[in-house]
Structure formats: structure tokens, C-alpha cells
């Protein structure tokens, strides 16, 4: 899960406590994907029971208080433990797995339009199409307005979702022009294969 | 009179006649106001080449209006035309189209000075353009002893020198890498938003992401456009069971 890295990656440069945590993991990804203090805290409480956080001293004290790690305002401050680290570089070090993405809504949504009478497909393709171009309008307007040193990190993560979205156009296209080539019209598909199947 | 710096009224472009004619272009309508950036997207073949050709007064429509800065350019002599294309309209081209022997500060001037600008003022304001696109230090540099990327710079400088705020752009970014790819349509972005008007014709959807507003043309007609929100209940028709 990416917010149990994100919180291992944020530990790894000193220890924090939960609201820093939040604070500085919108900081780092542009609050594209917010993250609500619960979160936090219940991701926190499993890293501890998998022993890859530990408790530290009091955020303000910087020294680990023997029999509690609460401070003086009460803020309970984390740090990351050597197995922390190693799973933190295994998370660096190995490439996501595409299969593992949850399942695509676009590519079923498209796939049921295909095959239910009196969908028109290239409408729903070109209506999918303008959205995303939609999206890569508003993107790109923020990239025009942001810093390019203060905001590296999330710029960095702003153009991640320029390129998807680019990526689902040029999957539209795709589509568009194999669906103006054949002149499809709407059949069954209990006559296909399952093209959606993941090979394991 | 239009507010509209270009203004395609129903135009259509029919290549060749009888049954042999090619319908390039079906009734496509495009207004583009100062400031805008307006990007034509669409399958090889949709009619975005047509479309250029035709709003930089470069071909002529079989039927429908193209008016530029108000004017009708079918009602024009071709002289005028010749006048108001180089007046009025900057071309960026794949290529670039840069003159190799002239420097980069020259290349921009030649507009002014073929508007009969003369020579040092045509230089200055030149310089001036060149400043505004951040490539003041390349101006007395020759075209293939600057960057891709800096030479797509110069022709957008060259386009918009002067009294001119169309700029008519044809895949500007086709040979260069993304990153010299996007700081040519950072520029395009910031000359429409200093008051210039812009049509980018392009494939790349990350690039159709600086523009305002998407046409998408298919057919030689226009299948959709961003700035025109599509009612949802239009997508499913007929009824089923």
C-alpha cells in the first residue's frame, strides 16, 4: 500500500508525529491524494505491529523517554526501525506489478458499451476522450503555475497524471480507430474470448 | 465585424468534384478569441491540415466564411490576401522554416522589414521579441548553431513580431524531445495569454493539455469540442427492454 511507504519514506528523513506525517505527505504529493488523520494513525499502529515504526521521544526533546513517547504536548512521535528501512528499500527497489492494479472501470465500462444494444460506443469513447482532455487541461494549468524548485515533488507526481491521462487518450484513439475500421455493430459477447483475463 | 481574431463560419473544403470529390472539411465552425489556444485534435485524415491551410488564407474554402482579425478573406484580392496573411498571421511549422543563412535576430525581422519596417527598427523590435522568449543571448546565431527546441522559439517569435496575434502552429513540436517539446508550448501559452490568439494542430494529447479548449475533427467534421459540454443522456439512444 502506498500510504504505509509514503509514511516509512517520510520517517526515514527523522522521526515525526502523525499530524507532521499527513502535513508532510500532502506536501510531498501535492495533496493529490489527501489523507485523513485516521489514516494516519491506523496505518502507523500496523507498521508497529509489524515492528517497522517504533515510538520515539517527544518531538520537541529529540531524546527517546524511557516508559513513554508521548511529549510534553502529548504528540506521539514515530521512528523507523532497521526492518523499516529494508522494507522501505525492497518498496524502492521492485517495479509495481501492473496485474495488481485494481480492475480498470474504463476498459469494462467500454467493454459493456461494445456489447449492449443501442450504446453508441465511439460517443461514449469521444465523451471519455474529451474528459481526460479536460483533465490534462487542468493539470497542465497547475504545472504552469507552480514553482519549479519549491514544488518539484509534486509536480513530479502532477506529471504522473498527465502522463495516464495522456496514456487513456491515446487508448481512446486506439479504440476509436478500430471501431471506425470495422464499422462494428453491437454483438453478444458470449461468442469472445475474455480478453481482460491477466495471464499470472 | 467579429471580436473573433479567427472565425471559421460553416466552412467547408471539397477536394476535386462530382464523384471523385474528397469532402476534406463538412461545415466546421471555429471561432478563436484574444487570448485563446485553441487545439485541433483528430485521426490522420479528419481535415486538421485543411483547416490550418484554410484560416492562414493559404487555401480557400469551397463554401462557409473565414474572417481574420473581421476580415473576409474570400473578398479579398490576392495581393490583399498576400498583404493580410503576412500582416496579420505567424505560421509555426514542424520544421521550423527558418531561413539558414540569416541569424536568428534576422529571421525574426524579416517579417517586419517584407512590412517595410525599416532595417534598424526592424532589428530592435526583433531583439526585443527574441528577449521575450528568452533567447536574447542567440540572436546573432545562425539556425544550426542553436537547439531544436531554440529554434522553434525563434519561429514563435518570428510569428507573433509586430501587429501579428494569429499564430497558426502545425505539430510545433514534432522533432523535439518532451522537455524542449513543452517549453515551445509554454511559450505558445504565455503569447496567448499576453493577447495573442493560437490554433495548434497536434496528436499529442499532453500537448492539447496547454490549450483552452479541444476540436476534435473526424470525418472533416467537428465530433466534439471541450468547450462544449456534452449532455450525458445524448450518449445512450433508441430504448431497450
Known amino acids: 500500500m502506498p500510504i504505509r511507504h509514503g509514511l516509512l519514506a517520510l520517517l526515514e528523513r527523522g522521526p515525526m508525529y502523525g499530524y507532521q506525517l499527513r502535513t508532510e505527505f500532502e506536501a510531498s504529493t501535492g495533496a493529490t491524494w489527501p489523507l485523513n488523520i485516521g489514516q494516519v494513525y491506523t496505518t502507523l499502529s500496523r507498521l508497529e505491529r509489524d515492528g517497522l515504526v517504533e515510538p520515539d521521544g517527544p518531538a520537541d526533546a529529540g531524546t527517546p523517554s524511557p516508559g513513554g513517547s508521548h511529549g510534553a504536548n502529548g504528540k506521539l512521535t514515530y521512528r523507523i526501525t532497521p526492518a523499516g528501512r529494508a522494507e522501505l528499500e525492497r518498496w524502492f527497489a521492485t517495479p509495481l506489478e501492473h496485474g495488481s492494479r485494481p480492475r480498470d472501470e474504463l476498459a469494462i465500462k467500454l467493454a459493456m458499451a461494445l456489447t449492449t444494444p443501442g450504446v453508441d460506443v465511439r460517443r461514449v469513447v469521444q465523451s471519455q476522450r474529451s474528459s481526460a482532455l479536460r483533465t490534462l487541461r487542468e493539470l497542465t494549468r497547475r504545472k504552469a503555475q507552480?514553482?519549479?524548485?519549491?514544488?518539484?515533488?509534486?509536480?513530479?507526481?502532477?506529471?504522473?497524471?498527465?502522463f495516464q491521462a495522456e496514456a487513456e487518450t491515446r487508448w481512446l484513439d486506439h479504440c476509436d480507430a478500430q471501431l471506425a475500421g470495422d464499422g462494428r455493430s453491437p454483438r453478444p459477447a458470449t461468442t469472445r474470448e475474455n480478453p481482460t483475463e491477466v495471464p499470472r | 465585424m467579429s471580436?473573433?481574431?479567427?472565425?471559421?463560419?460553416?466552412?467547408?473544403?471539397?477536394?476535386?468534384?462530382?464523384?471523385?470529390?474528397?469532402?476534406?472539411?463538412?461545415?466546421?465552425?471555429?471561432?478563436?478569441?484574444?487570448?485563446?489556444?485553441?487545439?485541433?485534435?483528430?485521426?490522420?485524415?479528419?481535415?486538421?491540415?485543411?483547416?490550418?491551410?484554410?484560416?492562414?488564407?493559404?487555401?480557400?474554402?469551397?463554401?462557409?466564411?473565414?474572417?481574420?482579425?473581421?476580415?473576409d478573406l474570400g473578398g479579398l484580392s490576392a495581393r490583399d490576401l498576400a498583404a493580410l496573411r503576412r500582416r496579420a498571421i505567424g505560421y509555426v511549422f514542424q520544421d521550423f522554416n527558418l531561413i539558414p543563412a540569416l541569424t536568428a535576430a534576422e529571421n525574426v525581422a524579416l517579417p517586419r522589414e517584407l512590412d517595410g519596417v525599416g532595417v534598424r527598427r526592424s532589428r530592435a523590435e526583433a531583439i526585443a521579441a527574441l528577449d521575450e522568449v528568452g533567447l536574447a543571448d542567440v540572436a546573432d546565431r545562425f539556425p544550426d548553431e542553436i537547439s531544436g527546441g531554440q529554434r522553434q522559439r525563434v519561429a514563435i517569435a518570428r510569428a507573433l513580431i509586430g501587429p501579428r496575434r494569429l499564430v497558426l502552429a502545425d505539430e510545433p513540436t514534432g522533432a523535439?524531445?518532451?522537455?524542449?517539446?513543452e517549453s515551445v508550448l509554454r511559450l505558445l501559452r504565455a503569447r496567448c495569454d499576453a493577447g495573442a490568439s493560437g490554433v495548434l494542430v497536434?496528436?499529442?494529447?499532453?500537448?492539447?493539455?496547454w490549450a483552452d479548449r479541444v476540436v476534435f475533427l473526424r470525418d472533416g467534421e467537428v465530433a466534439d469540442d471541450t468547450g462544449r459540454p456534452q449532455p450525458a443522456a445524448t450518449l445512450v439512444s433508441g430504448r431497450r427492454a
Open chain 1, 146 to 162: 507552480a514553482d519549479p524548485d519549491a514544488d518539484a515533488a509534486w509536480l513530479l507526481v502532477n506529471e504522473s497524471l498527465i
Open chain 2, 3 to 71: 471580436q473573433h481574431v479567427l472565425d471559421l463560419r460553416d466552412v467547408s473544403r471539397v477536394h476535386g468534384s462530382g464523384e471523385a470529390g474528397v469532402h476534406a472539411l463538412r461545415g466546421v465552425s471555429l471561432a478563436v478569441a484574444p487570448g485563446e489556444l485553441v487545439a485541433v485534435m483528430g485521426p490522420s485524415g479528419s481535415g486538421k491540415s485543411t483547416l490550418l491551410n484554410l484560416a492562414g488564407g493559404l487555401d480557400a474554402p469551397t463554401s462557409g466564411t473565414v474572417l481574420v482579425e473581421g476580415t
Open chain 2, 176 to 181: 523535439l524531445d518532451s522537455h524542449s517539446g
Open chain 2, 202 to 209: 497536434t496528436h499529442e494529447a499532453r500537448l492539447a493539455g
